[in-house]
């Protein structure tokens, strides 16, 4: 079950905009590789390498990968749909975003993310232990920086609008009043989605 934030959130998008989300795993997300990201495979390997001091293998191994939420608004192609709360914003992230290339179509504003990232420079959410392919004490905390990137590099080379980001610094004052619908009609036009 989603955080009370991230639903309240998801639950408020799809009113305004009358779309659907549905989780979706595609096979460019759940095992990245180089033959699938050629691309932006020099982008991805410079990334890992910032975050482990390690080369990034050419086929990621499978499982180590999570669905994400899609959103289909009537008329439009898909797009990921992230709520992005405190654990995403550190330096790893910072890091990561850092490296996007310039005008890089986002539907959220980069230079807040980086800004946010620098100012909250250690980890949120507690221990990080070392996971498979992130070693380290802050193995969680570089995996989920380097998939947040997955999501927003990859999925326009496979058809999906540019990644929606809605933190919850953004929606904190207001997502239980009254005029929060209005307020998030306001957000997703600030974002392009609208």
Known sequence: MPPPIQKAVLDLVLKVT???????KPDWLMQPSKAVSVKR??????????LTGQDLPDLLPA???RGLDGLKIPGAAPRVIEVDEAPHFNNYRGMTLRRYPANWPLAFDIK???????DEPKP????????PLFPGDSGRHTQRAFRDALADILSLDHGYLPTLRIADFEVKGWIGTAHAQKRMEELLQEKQVL
């Open 18 to 24: 009358g779309g659907s989300i549905e989780t979706v």
């Open 112 to 118: 807040v993310w980086i800004r946010k990232a620098h």
């Open 63 to 65: 499982g180590n990968w």
């Open 124 to 131: 949120s959410g507690g221990p990080a232990k070392p996971v």
């Open 41 to 50: 495979w020099p982008l991805l390997r410079a990334m890992y390498h910032d």
